[in-house]
């Protein structure tokens, strides 16, 4: 059985960092492509970046790209998601997902991608 665990969320203030951990458990994370997306109260669930299987390219939505940065650890079966220079728009929960094989680059943003996801873990931004 393959479990997704979302660690790290919290409350940050405006322009402050956070760093969120997704630890796989039944399948290792390099044999997955992973990635992150959130929900914002009232909104749809937005892609945010993936990393895929094997070795490792990422990608980022335009509207985190150069503040979000997405890694693994192998070591660790788990992948990060640093968040900096957060504002209010990025309260959210964060979700991370995974599946089992490769995704073409374009539908790295579609949910039904993904096969396994996480609890989620709520981040807000607020002075």
């Known amino acids: 059985q393959v479990q997704l665990a979302e660690s790290g969320g919290g409350l940050v203030h405006p322009g402050g960092s956070l760093r969120l951990s997704c630890a796989t458990s039944?399948?290792?994370?390099?044999?997955?492509?992973m990635g992150w997306f959130r929900q914002g109260a009232g909104k749809e669930r937005e892609f945010l970046a993936s990393i895929t299987y094997g070795t490792p390219t990422t990608y980022y939505a335009d509207s985190v790209k150069g503040r979000f940065t997405t890694s693994r650890d192998s070591a660790k079966s788990t992948v990060y998601l640093q968040m900096n220079e957060l504002k209010a728009d990025d309260t959210a929960v964060y979700y991370c997902?995974?599946?089992?094989?490769?995704?073409?680059?374009?539908?790295?943003?579609?949910?039904?991608?993904?096969?396994?996801w996480g609890q989620g873990t709520q981040v807000t931004v607020s002075s």
């Open positions: 997902a995974g599946v089992a094989s490769g995704i073409l680059p374009d539908n790295m943003r579609l949910e039904q991608s993904y096969r396994y």
């Open positions: 039944g399948l290792h994370v390099t044999m997955m492509t």
